[in-house]
């Protein structure tokens, strides 16, 4: 795993963060190169929004987001994302507070 990697990764998970909010996820999503529809789903998975937004546990958001950051970077692609989520305002980003609000 990059240093780019490993540093993208804990800086998404520090601050108690979750997740991009899901407008910003899906703007991650659709930066992501090469998708393809596989069968029923897409290659990477869409984003945890919309109906799934309410019913994917915190847990299930994190994994997928770190899913989309990891195939970023198989993809030669996570230059720009690390730049689109590190420049994420605090009010753009999901917190564990605000799950727990939620439950």
């Keep these: 795993m990059s240093d780019k990697l490993s540093d993208l990764l804990e800086f998404v998970k520090s601050e108690n963060r979750i997740c991009p909010n ?3 996820w899906q703007v991650l999503w659709e930066m992501l190169p090469d998708k393809k ?3 029923l789903g897409w290659e990477p998975p869409t984003p945890l929004i919309l109906a799934a937004w309410w ?6 958001k ?6 989309h950051i990891q195939y970023a970077a198989e993809h030669g692609a996570l230059d720009g994302v ?3 989520l590190r420049g994420l305002k605090p009010e ?9 609000r939620r439950l």
């Design 37 to 39: 529809q596989v069968g």
């Design 62 to 67: 994190i994994v997928r987001l770190a899913e």
């Design 55 to 60: 019913e994917a546990p915190a847990l299930s």
């Design 92 to 100: 753009q980003w999901f917190y564990m507070s605000e799950e727990k």
């Design 82 to 84: 690390d730049t689109y």
């Design 22 to 24: 899901p407008q910003e």
